[in-house]
């Protein structure tokens, strides 16, 4: 069994390769000591890895940490997935190619396995980025704005007017003309989020066809979905199933 992570700005999710078929797994949000609870998550399961392939966004001491509690506990190495100039039937569109974010790249190629034609990726995480594809797997780039959490987090701490108290809604829920300030900043966040999808799918259909699908990933689609005037096909572990054709590959 090869242990596959995501390990993101705000969740890690894990999910394996068994047998060459990819097994979803589950999903916790980061903070102390994550490393050592998801191993216990996987252990639950009595699963006992023989390798681990890791996307990560985390910083140098965060992998460190990772290396060293896999060894200690299951006596395997890790592989850090990285971004690639071409691979899978995708053409890296970036300038400086290796500087893609490697989640966004191995969401692109998972994504490109499950569309065989043009392709708007919308990832709708801490940060929402969308990336396009045309039909012959060339990527023309993208954009990255703040995610629903991040536009209402960064009204509160940057804005001396705006006083939050208890008694708002869900954060993030979707409402219109809110009537106290947090549900006003939710619902402004959510707005603008939807807006921006929607827009920016009308100007993929410009640019590559009417053909092109819409594609969605990440923790806020199902708040986010909901209200979008555009038809997306949402698949939540697009970038674990990027993982997978990565260890899938080295292991042929």
Request: glycine share 12%; net charge negative; aromatic share 4%.
């Amino acid at each position: 069994m090869i242990l596959l992570l995501d390990i993101g700005n705000t969740r890690i999710k894990w999910g394996c390769l068994i047998a060459g078929e990819f097994q979803p797994g589950g999903a916790q949000t980061r903070g102390a000591g994550d490393v050592a609870s998801m191993v216990a998550a996987v252990q639950a399961r009595h699963c006992h890895p023989l390798h681990v392939v890791v996307s990560s966004v985390a910083d140098d001491a965060y992998r460190e940490q990772l290396c060293r509690v896999v060894s200690e506990i299951w006596d395997c190495q890790v592989e850090m997935a990285a971004t690639q100039a071409a691979a899978f039937g995708v053409v890296n569109g970036y300038d400086e190619p290796l500087s893609l974010g490697v989640d966004r790249w191995l969401a692109l190629i998972a994504a490109r396995q499950l569309c065989d034609g043009a392709l708007c990726l919308v990832d709708c995480g801490t940060a929402l980025t969308v990336d396009l594809l045309t039909a012959e797997g060339v990527h023309l780039g993208g954009m990255i704005v703040p995610g629903v959490s991040l536009l209402r987090d960064t009204l509160v701490k940057n804005t001396e007017g705006l006083h939050v108290t208890n008694g708002g809604r869900a954060a993030g829920e979707m409402h219109f003309m809110a009537r106290n300030t947090a549900d006003a900043m939710s619902a402004g966040a959510c707005y603008s989020s939807v807006a921006l999808i929607d827009r920016v799918f009308v100007d993929a259909q410009q640019s590559l066809g009417e053909g092109v699908s819409l594609l969605l990933t990440g923790g806020d689609v199902s708040m986010l979905r909901p209200h979008l005037q555009c038809e997306g096909v949402f698949e939540p572990d697009l970038v674990l199933k990027g993982v997978a054709m990565i260890a899938g590959a080295a292991n042929q």
